[in-house]
Every structure is written in structure tokens, then in C-alpha cells.
């Protein structure tokens, strides 16, 4: 048995909470900002719902451990401010979030003269980790790392056969010092926009195509034994299924959250040539709408120098 | 049971007529122009070997089907020659090659001339379809593909539980007339290259990192209920774990079958932008040493306008 305290009880830390205690007989103090969240998700867990972070470090019996599953960035180092103070020696602060590894260095640095403990932990697997599991990529010193690894060992999948042997049992890895964790999931975040854009090119085109194809059936055969099979291509299945094959309900504006900014930053850092990440990463700056200016500075050049026809603009 | 004729017992179409045998009564009459590779295919599968296309469209009844499954392109087309005034109407050839979709709408109407059907299959699956079953798309007349059908039934992965509604039984499916089949793998193959120079990227930063990172320990995690997880990863973590994390002893030259650039070239077609796919091919390129006079114009251009050193080539 061991005990954890987690803050931020959104989708992700809530099912987190929800897949501990199901699964383990780990005693979780869980507080989120929202009282009524946290009165829902200690009735619907058993986690021992808590009403403020010193509630939550006062029930808790130390040394402590204390999950972070907030935004990243001014939510992420508010609640590290905020709660580093309560802590004692020896007590580990475990940040879930998707920080950038330059800030787990900083971070780790100034709790670790609080003698503070400081683990980072890139998650993947979205609202499906509940049932499948998260895939958990680990930084942090060793010692903290082996005192939360049975906590990382319920919220993980169980490991497949073929890399059972570089894992071991359970599905997560510490990868190095701290913000070796969000590094990889960071890259990891990258791959996923160029792997997105991908297909979402490959089914344009059949959405353009000379024949009439039905992009559900062709993504649900493409995971069949297909060398382009993956979780996806499962999503992409789905999705193509509840939204029909036109997706005509959806917007195209497609967000993101930084990962895929800084992969390319330490991409120029490194003169590692990064192509398809940027490139997706500029798609997704095209479905906002941005690069409107480059198109009306390309229409008025092709204009200027050819005569070309221009149109004018709607508000213009 | 079903007959059919199987022309190329290459990797590939020696591991299709190994499952045609293993796990269906179906009768294959197998041939290629290697008389050694008959034989051996003969013995290890139970298939009647033929010496001639002749003697394989006489061991088959009428009306025929004949897999041919030799490489695009010219292998392809002088097969079928050959071929088609061996057989009688009512006949059907498969091509189960990477042929243009373009290619298979000439080839079937030329052969509907005479009186023969066509079905375009594309196969993907690689060396591991034997094991798995080969994820097929296909294209051609209801008629025909349906004959097909038991063959096709054998070949394929059953597939998943949550693909079946779409599929059926069976994965592979049927997308439309002559060169739907095609069309459909030739994307697939289009897409392939995104999502592999996607992880090659991301690798390529892991080598070049700040952080002591193990390739094969991150391949195997994101396998274990990440975003990321594929096919692709899995092969990923293989290749590391036989290569080793460097993959040192590797040439990074690397070729295409120009899937990827009639996926490019149907793209410029129907104007749908595809960055990613482009920049795929263009890595391959590069992979290849091209680009080299652009690299050295780079430099000289640099040189004339800023003074900057430029180095002498290797053979210059």
C-alpha cells in the first residue's frame, strides 16, 4: 500500500484517481480547486476528497508524495509554489503535466535546495487510460522514482509480450535525470503531429478522389494487418464512423499546446532536420487561418508582375 | 474450394500461396520463371508447380483465375501479354502488384476487349502477412471480386472485433471499379512515408539529445497505451533492439517503389496540399545524396554575398 496525494482532478487526473483506486489498494488524498469535483470523484473512487492543498498535505503521512495533474505552465508552477512551502524534507512532488523539460530542470533545482524530491512524468493515452492504461515516460532522480513506481506500476498497462524484456512487468520507463520524462513525451508529441498529419493527408486525397470511397471502411481495413496500422488509424475509424466521411460538422481549427513548438525549437538547437514535424505543425497554424497575409502578398506579386487576376476580399 | 493460378513466388507470393495452402482447401497451380523456387514452393506448400504460363492455364478449369504477383511496371504488363492470349472469356487476372491506379483502368479495358476480367488488389502486410494475413484493398467488378472472394477470405487477417461491422468477416474490402484497389494502397503507401519519417525524426532527436536515451526502451513504451502506438513502432523497437540504438551499422540510403510519388503526383492533381507526404519523398531524396548542387549553390551563394567560407569538396 501506498499513499499519494493528487491535485487537479480533471478528465486525466480524475480517471487517474479512478484507475489507482480500482485497481490497487493505494490510499489517495485527491483535491482539486472545484469542491463539487472533488466531492464527485472521492463518492465515485473512494479517494479521500480534501478541501485545500493544506488539507491535503496534513493528511498525508510523511515523506510525502504528491501528484500535480494541472495545465502546464503558470497552473503547473502556481500549485509548485503553492504547495512546495507545506511540504517537508523528503517529500516528492510528482509533475504529470506536459511541461517543457527546460522548466523541470529549473524546477527541480530550487525544490531540490527546499529538499524537496521532484519527478517528471509525460502521459500519454488520453481519456482511454482509464481502461488501457497511460503509457508514463519518467525523469527524475532514482530514489523518488522507486518510491512512486508503485503508483506508476497500476496507472501503466500491463506490458506486451515483446517488451516485457526492456520494461519489465509494467508499462512505463524512467528515461534519465529530471526532464528526461517530458522530453520524450514531448517528442513523442511531435511524431504525433507529423503521424496525424499524415493520414489526415492520405484522406483528403480520398476525399478528392476520382472514386467514390468510403473513408470509414478503408481506415477500419487499414488496421487490418496493413503496414499502417495503429491506435490512430483505430481513432480515425471512429471518428469517420460518429462524423460521417465528410466530417462536415467539425471545424478544421486545430489548436495546440506546445509540444510540437519546442520539439522544433530543440530541432534547430540540435541542426536536426525535423521536416514533417514543422510542416504539421505549420498545417495546424494554416487551419487556424493564419498564413492569411502570405496569400493575399502572393496574389498581389503574382498580379504585379503578371497581371494575374486578384480577387477582392469578402470584408475588404 | 477454389482454384486459382499464382504467377511470382517471390517473398511475397511464395508467403501468399503458403497461406492459400495452410488454411484453405483451395487448389493453387503455382509458376515463375525461376524453375528452383517452383519446386521449392511445390514442396513446402502443397501447391502443383508449372513449368510455363501455358501448362498453368492448362492445369486450371475454366472459367480461370490467375494471381499475378511480380513486380510493377514492366514485370507486370509483359506477364499479362503473355498472359491474356493464353486464356479463354470469361477468365480473370488478378494484380496483386503496387501497379498505377491509372495503369490498371487501360489494362482492364484492354482486357475487357477480349473478353477477360481484372481485379486490382493491393496488398499490403509485407513478409509478416503470412503470420498476420495480408490487409487487401481492392478494386474491379462486383462479378469478378466475387469470385475472388474465398481466396481473398484466406489471405486476410480476421479481422477485429471492432472492425467487423465494416468488413465483415474478412479484412479486406472491396473500394470500387478498376484501379479503386490500387488507388487505395498507393495512398496507403503515401501515408506510410509520413508516419515513418515522422518516427525517424523524433529518433533522430533522441540520438542527438541532451539526455543518455535508450531507442528501443522508448519504441517498446510507446507501444504500451501511448498516442503513438503502431505497427511502424513495433518494427521501431525491433530494428533498435537488432541494429542497436545507433543503428550503426546501417546505410541511411534509402529508396522508394513511387507509390509516394504518384500519391504526390494526384495530390498536384486534385490541388490538396500534402507538406508531409512531399517531405517525405524529399528526405528520401536527400537520403540518397541528391540535393547535393542545391547544397553547393547554397554555399556559393553564401560565399558571394557575405564572404563566408566555403569548403572544398572531397573530389573537387
Redesign the interface.
Known sequence: MTQIGFVGLGRMGGNMVARIKRDSEHDVVAYDRDAATVKRVADETGARGVRSLADLVEKLDAPRMVWIMVPAGKPTQDTVDELAPLLEQGDIIVDGGNSKWTEDRVRAATLRKQGLGYVDVGV???V??LE????M?V?GPEPAVKKLAPVLDVL??P??E??RG??GDR???H???S??GH??KM??N??????M???A??F???D???????N???A???????????????LA??AF?LEGDKLAGLSGYTGDSGEGRW?IE??IA????????T??L??RFYSRGNGDFTHRMLAALRAQFGGHATKKSADG
Chains 1, 2 share one sequence.
Open positions: 500519454s493515452g488520453g482511454w487510460g488501457v492504461g497511460y503509457c515516460m525523469g501503466a498497462p506490458t506486451s515483446a517488451s526492456a520494461l508499462g512505463w520507463a528515461f534519465g535525470p526532464g528526461a522530453y520524450v517528442v513523442h511531435g511524431v504525433e503531429y507529423g503521424l498529419q499524415a493520414y493527408e492520405g483528403d486525397l480520398f478528392k478522389s476520382d472514386f467514390d470511397l468510403d470509414a471502411k478503408i477500419h481495413l487499414w488496421n487490418q494487418g496493413s503496414v499502417v496500422r495503429s491506435w490512430l488509424c483505430e475509424a471512429r464512423e520539439t530543440d530541432a540540435k541542426d536536426v532536420p525535423t521536416p514533417v514535424i510542416a504539421s505549420h498545417a
